[in-house]
């Protein structure tokens, strides 16, 4: 779908069916975006297997939108270049992936 190829700014919701967690992270990162990721689990296990394998610059878990000064922001691919905010931002080599949970 063309919505999920694209990079919107926007409160913008997109639901897809998957069979299995390959499938879902084949999906979510099929995108020449990434910006942002968010999952959505009480398992943190599987939450932590899951964050290095999703190609975004920042992943929150049972949360979004969060932002803090001493984090990295920034994308990957073609989300952008390099991190603002954070130790980071001088670094543009890195694909620093910052991680936000929040337990219920």
Do not use: C
């Not at 297997?49 to 939108?65: E, F, T």
């Not at 954070?86 to 219920?104: C, F, M, N, R, S």
């Amino acid at each position: 779908m063309q919505i999920v190829q694209e990079e919107i700014f926007g409160p913008v919701l997109v639901t897809a069916p998957f069979d299995d967690e390959e499938e879902a992270l084949a999906l979510a990162n099929d995108s020449p975006f990434g910006l942002a990721a968010a999952l959505y689990s009480n398992d943190l296990g599987r939450v932590h297997s899951l964050i290095p394998r999703l190609r975004a610059g920042s992943v929150y878990v049972n949360a979004h939108g969060t932002i803090d000064p001493s984090m990295p922001f920034g994308g990957y691919k073609q989300s952008g270049f390099g991190k603002d905010l954070g130790a980071e931002q001088l670094d543009y080599l890195l694909e620093t992936k910052a991680v936000w949970i929040t337990l219920p």
